[in-house]
């Protein structure tokens, strides 16, 4: 390890930290056309004089959203070196920010790589190299959206909306505060996003079973569908690995729901025997259903209290089935959810149905009856 480590391979790609900079000779020696600076600081415009500067602030800390920039700095390091010339990537110390920014390049180059796999490579030549643990999450979260090339493709992208909505509940948790309405993602909502991604899943469940398997959540006194299979939370019991205790402020939460990818990660497949394992116990140790905000909670949820219960949307009904908290839920099995929005088993009954993947179908059964809230068109 040195000032400047080359990425191994052909790519005339280098990491390095701040004080590489002060190194004329050796970035003139590597033929450096190309600086990305990934750090929050004021640095001397004399040292960028001879290359293609892209400043990117951002501070080495977990809850800081370095994802948002993959896509431009994978553009002007593929611009750099299409001219011929070399890239030099630094932090302040060459180890994590800088580190990201060339793994996220290297995976969106390199389709069969996967985030560690990438981080070993890199590790070759730099071993300290060493991503923060929100950033890794980042890396991984960027590699199962088939790494989007553009800022625009990024922000449409289903799994990085929920990203983002998880970090605005994280961010009002941590001040003892609930999300305000316009940030909460009822996610029956985006129908067509959930019929794609339980589209994914459902394959992968009649590969493995032979039938594509779903539930229905019906409130036990009217029987109205209060949610289905794409809504539900999986939930694993705290002896299969579920949190214990509850996070602590200022900690980033994993968005619950994984998407199934091609590119088999170790960390989707380590999920699934875990899922899978605790789903032959979660009837008899959890007393509860984990689901996503739906969008007949909107009424309860706009109050911007910070936990409450919830009722049957039905009017006639109008029976308690549930309760949320916004800093999180403690199941019966010991486990936490964080965000915590779950329906009693004992309020609920548990239909097993065949999925045909018809998510939308949730507002055509007696949800559609129930009208948005003010500025929200059309009814559900």
């Given amino acids: 390890m040195s000032l400047l480590d080359k990425v191994p391979g052909e790519l005339k790609l280098y990491i390095g930290g701040l004080f590489t900079l002060r190194r004329k000779a050796a970035l003139q020696e590597a033929n450096i056309t190309h600086v990305v600076s990934v750090l929050r600081m004021s640095l001397d415009e004399d040292f960028f004089a001879p290359y293609k500067h892209l400043m990117i602030e951002v501070d080495d800390v977990e809850d800081e959203n370095l994802l948002e920039h993959f896509p ?6 593929q611009d750099g070196l299409d001219g011929g010339g070399g890239v030099f990537v630094h932090c ?7 580190a990201t920014i060339i793994l996220a390049y290297l995976l969106s180059t390199h389709p069969h790589m996967d985030p560690d796999s990438a981080l070993a490579l890199l590790r070759e030549s730099r071993p300290l190299c060493e991503p923060n643990f929100g950033f890794m999450q980042q890396l991984r979260l960027y590699y199962d959206m088939r790494c989007p ?8 992208s289903p799994p990085y909306q929920r990203w983002l909505y998880q970090r605005e509940v994280e961010s009002a948790r941590s001040v003892g505060q609930a999300p305000t309405l316009e940030k909460i993602r009822f996610e029956d909502e985006h129908p067509e996003e959930k019929e794609e991604e339980r589209a994914v899943q459902g394959v992968r469940e ?15 006194k009217c029987r109205r569908t209060l949610a289905r299979t794409p809504f539900v939370v999986p939930h694993v019991p705290a002896r299969f690995g579920s949190q214990a205790s509850p996070p602590p402020s200022g900690l980033t939460i994993t968005p619950h729901r994984r998407r199934s990818n091609s ?6 497949a380590g ?17 509860h259903h984990f689901i996503d905000p739906l969008s007949w909670m909107r009424e309860e949820l706009s109050q911007g209290k910070l936990e409450g219960k919830l009722e049957c949307p039905n009017a006639r009904c109008k029976t308690l ?6 800093h999180g839920l403690r199941c019966s099995c010991g486990g936490w959810e964080v965000p915590g929005i779950s329906l009693a088993k004992g309020r609920v009954d548990e239909i097993k149905v065949r999925s045909g993947g018809a998510v939308g179908a949730l507002a055509a059964d007696g949800l559609a009856r129930i009208r948005r809230g003010p500025g929200v068109a059309g009814n559900l």
């Fill in 149 to 156: 090339a553009t800022a625009d493709a990024l922000a449409a």
């Fill in 321 to 326: 089935v549930g309760k949320y908290a916004w």
């Fill in 263 to 268: 590119h088999g990660s170790s960390g989707a």
């Fill in 271 to 287: 999920s699934s025997s875990a899922d899978a394992a605790a789903g032959e116990m979660s009837n008899d140790e959890c007393a």
């Fill in 206 to 220: 009649e590969i493995e079973t032979g039938e594509r398997q779903g539930i229905e959540l019906k409130c036990k």
């Fill in 72 to 77: 431009a700095t994978n553009r002007f390091i």
């Fill in 92 to 98: 302040a110390m060459g180890k994590s920010r800088s």
